[in-house]
Structure formats: C-alpha cells, structure tokens
C-alpha cells in the first residue's frame, strides 16, 4: 500500500506541475517582455508559417537607434559573432560560440540563401538558413529543409525572426519563433532561457554610447 501510495503521490505532483507550468510559466516564457500590440502584431516570417503553428515573442527595450542595433544582429552565427547568450553553455553542448564585443565589417552582409551557423560540428542541419532580410528592419531563418519548402511556395514548419521596432525611446528588439518544437517545454526552457540572455545581450552592447551604426535605407 505505501509504495502504491507513493506512486499515485508522485504521479499527482507531475500532473500539477504540469498544470502549473501550462497555466502560468509557458505564458510568461512565450510573452517575456513583449508588449500586447507586438504579441497580436502581424510580424515578418509569420508569412511563412500556419498562421496556426504555436509562437514565442519575446522584445526588449534598447537606448539606441536602429541604425546602431542592426550591425549587432546581423553578425550573428557560430562563425561570426556569436549569439550574445551564455557561451559556456553553448560550448558545453558542442558549439564553438565566441560573443563579439565589437562589430565586425566583415560580418555586416547576409542575403537570403545565405547561412547562419548554430553549431558546425554536427553537421549541415545545424544551421538556419536566411528566409527573409531587410537592413534596420528584420532577419528571418528557418531551417535547411524549410528554405527548400518555402523556396517551392509551400510553408515552412517553423521560423525564427528577429525585428527591429521603433520606440519613443529607442529601439524595440523583438524575437518571434513560429512552430517547429515551439510549445514543448523540454525545447521551451532551455530555449527561453538563451534567447532572453541573447535579446539582453544585444541591447547591451549596441545601448553603449559611441557605438558605430549604419544608414537605415528602409524605415518601419
């Protein structure tokens, strides 16, 4: 009886964890920082996903211009300059990230079919491909078999994009990911907790003063 018990009490902790992380933790986690009019705003990459696929977005608020933002998003990738998150974590798991703390000229240009690297040694499916850009305005990458799918008019299975905002203050950095292993908290945890370091990461270095910038040709 007490090990039948012990069995029925762990298995009605579980399923009020559960309950507890699909009621409270998991909003907060998809919506950490977003404003309600970025969460219902229609952002680019949705385009290219079911407009029923699960999303995260999340923003955060920068000191800083578009034009002094962008130099920093546009150089990310294992091979570049890294992804401004926890980098010993990364490392730990096979990538060989290294945070840039300056901008690089030679990483200013990607194009769309272009690569971002997440982590080399394991192969080409461990990397995003360039899906949509557009200089001070937005980067969407999707995945390898994705590009060929969209590239055939067909939608892709998830997304992740990135989009620069004007603010009263500044610059709106926001993050939408779009299906794929959206939704699934053994993805949604530890993916949550890179990507807000990521977004933080950002805007602390392009929010330092006397940081060069470019010219944005195309105001949103």
């Not at 579980?14 to 409270?24: K, M, N, Q």
């Not at 923003?59 to 034009?67: D, G, P, Y």
């Not at 992740?160 to 779009?178: E, H, K, M, N, Q």
Request: aromatic residues 8%; glycine residues 10%; positive net charge.
């Amino acid at each position: 009886m007490g090990r039948q018990h012990n069995v029925v009490a762990a298995m009605s902790a579980a399923v009020g964890i559960a309950a507890l992380y699909r009621a409270h933790v998991r909003p907060w986690i998809h919506t950490w920082g977003a404003r309600p009019d970025e969460l219902a705003a229609v952002l680019p990459g949705d385009e290219l996903v079911s407009p029923e696929a699960p999303r995260t977005t999340r923003a955060v608020s920068i000191a800083a211009s578009r034009a002094a933002v962008w130099p920093w998003l546009i150089q990310i990738g294992e091979d570049r300059g890294g992804f401004y998150s926890y980098s010993l974590l990364e490392r730990a798991v096979g990538a060989d990230i290294h945070n840039a703390d300056t901008v690089h000229p030679e990483w200013q240009k990607l194009r769309v079919g272009d690569t971002v690297w997440l982590a080399r040694r394991y192969g080409p499916d461990a990397r995003q491909i360039v899906a949509a850009v557009k200089q001070c305005s937005h980067l969407v990458l999707v995945n390898p078999a994705d590009y060929e799918r969209v590239q055939c008019g067909q939608k892709a299975s998830g997304c992740w994009s990135f989009i620069l905002r004007r603010d009263v203050d500044g610059t709106r950095l926001l993050a939408r990911g779009s299906g794929g292993a959206v939704g699934h908290f053994w993805f949604d945890l530890p993916h949550f907790v890179m990507e807000q370091k990521m977004l933080r990461g950002i805007a602390r270095r392009a929010g330092r003063r006397r940081q060069p910038g470019v010219l944005c040709r195309y105001p949103s």
